[in-house]
């Protein structure tokens, strides 16, 4: 039998990232036919694409992996404080082979469709080589950021350069050596990007849209010592990834940056700034629900933005104005200090936006400007663009897209489910903490929820699972109560969508906290699954 004619398995898994690599190892150690299809030609998710200079994790490394095998924990040496993508990459690979995972993944094939067949209770899945599988079960683990976002320039056929985008990257080196580059994008990509770039570049031209806060990650090379230490505290980094809100390590600390006075708040923003990392984010709890203590740190880092560039006339076109970590907090490695070069130049394209893409490079409102290369850094349609990339039906034939109307809709039960689309689970899906944990820890969780479901329909002889519409409109609107009260809904982000010309805005992650949420799942699930419909073809005929 060709490896694409497969049929009748139990489940099928999109994807072979951190969800998708895990998903299948649990599946199959607990005796589920599985296959995983991968767009890519090798494991990785997003860490397969994402190859452009710099891309680097901005999680600490010994958070940022799995927790599920001490053994591998063991095993694995992690270099540096944030993880280049070539070391998570390798990461995964051997993640890949330690659990022979590659002989049920199907590389270089992109599910294309997916659609419930009501009589027989089965999901028939077609795949880009025109073949197609059938399974009881499909699971997504697309992720949140999979979908790239090429905004739709006139005129980049003319272009006579290369382009690429950050999120689609070549295997092989791009040689930006004496050429005139041009970056559009200044998010954690284009933050990443943009300094290397630079080194190597005739000359950098930024198109800024918003400017960003971002701090310095001063990663450094790990210390053989503590990595030591690390592996003898396993279960201690196993608990702060899966049994805090942040998953990651760092813990919020619980008091209001307004209780301190402004000396002693400067004298601690000082001490996070110097020590690199994220640790200026959970320097005080209230920043995303407090407009003036958010003003606190939002002044501190524009105050740190015009001591280090130099020219201040750059410096006051690189001074945010949003709340602080209402757009993704970005980490960087000599960011605002590549302003000081002399081959770089920023543009400020909100006040002078790109009109199109030239033979020659691209034109603002201002002017044009003669590019040899154009990276587009200009991220993703996030959290329901992986979704709705595909041509995925539920009941009646109705299509994701239609039922979550383009967006606007979005009705899910914890970010795992959705009603009318029986057998069918997303892992960090819409709704659920996802990207405002450690992707890892909220995608252990997930899977782990998932493999005891399907073993429970198994044991009790089930057939069909599906949230009941009331749970779900339950969930979703405690989502937009909780999201509603933070400071997050006030910024245009890819977070609500905002980034995407003509999606429709809505927030879509979690924010009631990682614990909090485990705690709800777990209680699901401790009930036989409440808030679910579980049917037996019985009933379904
Ligand atoms: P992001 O964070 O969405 O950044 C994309 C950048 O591209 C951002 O600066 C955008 O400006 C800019 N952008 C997007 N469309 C345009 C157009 N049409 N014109 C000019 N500029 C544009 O994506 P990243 O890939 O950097 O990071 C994604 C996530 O990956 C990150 O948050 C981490 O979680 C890891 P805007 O801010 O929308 O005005």
């Given at each position: 039998m060709s490896a694409n004619q497969v049929n009748n398995l139990d489940v099928v898994v999109l994807g072979a990232g951190f969800s998708g690599l895990y998903m299948l190892h649990r599946l199959r150690e607990a005796g589920f036919s599985t296959r995983v299809y991968e767009a890519?030609?090798?494991?990785?998710?997003v860490w397969y694409w994402?190859?452009?200079?710099?891309?680097?994790?901005?999680?600490?490394s010994i958070y940022?992996?799995?927790?599920?095998s001490e053994e591998l924990y063991q095993e694995w040496n992690w270099t540096s404080r944030y993880p280049d993508q070539p070391e998570i990459l390798r990461y995964l690979n051997y993640v890949a082979d330690k659990f022979d995972l590659r002989r049920d993944i199907q590389f270089?094939?992109?599910?294309i469709a997916a659609h419930y067949d009501e009589k027989m209770n089965l999901w028939n899945v077609k795949l880009n080589d025109g073949t197609s599988v059938s399974a009881k079960y499909f699971i997504s683990g697309?992720?949140?950021?999979?979908?790239a976002n090429l905004p739709n320039f006139k005129g980049l056929e003319s272009f006579k350069g290369e382009w690429y985008h950050t999120g689609k990257w070549p295997q092989e080196k791009v040689d930006f050596k004496g050429k005139r580059v041009g970056v559009i994008g200044t998010g954690s990509s284009g933050v990443q990007a943009i300094p290397v770039i630079a080194k190597e570049a005739g000359h950098l031209t930024v198109f800024q849209r918003t400017p960003q806060y971002t701090i310095p990650a001063r990663n450094h090379l790990y210390d053989p010592a503590f990595i030591k230490q690390t592996k003898e505290n396993f279960a201690e980094i196993k608990r702060l990834m899966r049994e805090t809100?942040?998953?990651?390590g760092l813990q919020i600390r619980?008091?209001?940056?307004?209780?301190?006075s402004p000396a002693k708040r400067r004298e601690l923003f000082e001490k996070v700034w110097e020590e690199g990392g994220f640790g200026l984010t959970s320097s005080y709890n209230d920043f995303l629900i407090n407009e003036e203590a958010n003003h606190t740190v939002s002044d501190f880092i524009r105050s740190k933005i015009k001591e280090i560039v130099h020219n201040p006339e750059t410096a006051a076109k690189l001074l945010p104005d949003y709340?602080?970590?209402?757009?993704?907090p970005i980490l960087d490695s000599g960011y605002y200090e590549?302003?000081?070069?002399?081959n770089v130049t920023l543009v400020d394209v909100k006040e002078a936006p790109i009109i199109e893409i030239t033979p020659n490079g691209l034109r603002t409102i201002d002017g044009e400007y003669e590019l040899d290369i154009i990276v587009f850094a200009t991220g993703y349609d996030g959290m329901t663009g992986p979704l709705f990339k595909m041509d995925i039906r539920g009941k009646g034939g109705m299509s994701l897209k239609e039922k979550w109307e383009g967006g606007s809709m979005v009705r899910s039960y914890l970010g795992l489910a959705t009603s009318d689309f029986p057998n069918f689970f997303m892992i960090?899906?819409?709704?659920?903490p996802s990207v405002l944990v450690n992707m890892p820890s909220a995608i252990e969780q997930h899977v782990e929820w998932i493999i005891d479901c399907l073993e429970y329909l198994r044991e009790k002889g089930v057939d069909a699972i599906e949230p009941t519409v009331e749970a779900e409109e339950a969930w979703s609107k405690h989502c937009r109560e909780v999201a509603e009260a933070?400071?997050?809904?006030k910024t245009e982000s890819w977070y609500t969508g905002?980034?995407?010309?003509?999606k429709p805005r809505s927030f879509?992650?979690?924010?009631?906290g990682f614990v909090h949420y485990t705690q709800k799942c777990n209680e699901v699930a401790a009930s036989g699954y409440n808030g679910f419909t579980l049917s037996t073809i019985k009933a379904l005929r």
């Open positions: 890519g030609d090798g494991v990785g998710g994402n190859r452009y200079p710099g891309a680097r994790c901005d999680i600490e940022y992996n799995y927790s599920f270089k094939t992109r599910i697309a992720g949140c950021l999979s979908s809100d942040t998953g990651n619980n008091i209001s940056a307004l209780s301190d709340y602080f970590g209402t757009k993704r590549t302003y000081n070069r002399e960090t899906g819409p709704e659920s933070t400071l997050y809904v905002a980034n995407i010309a003509g879509l992650i979690y924010l009631g």
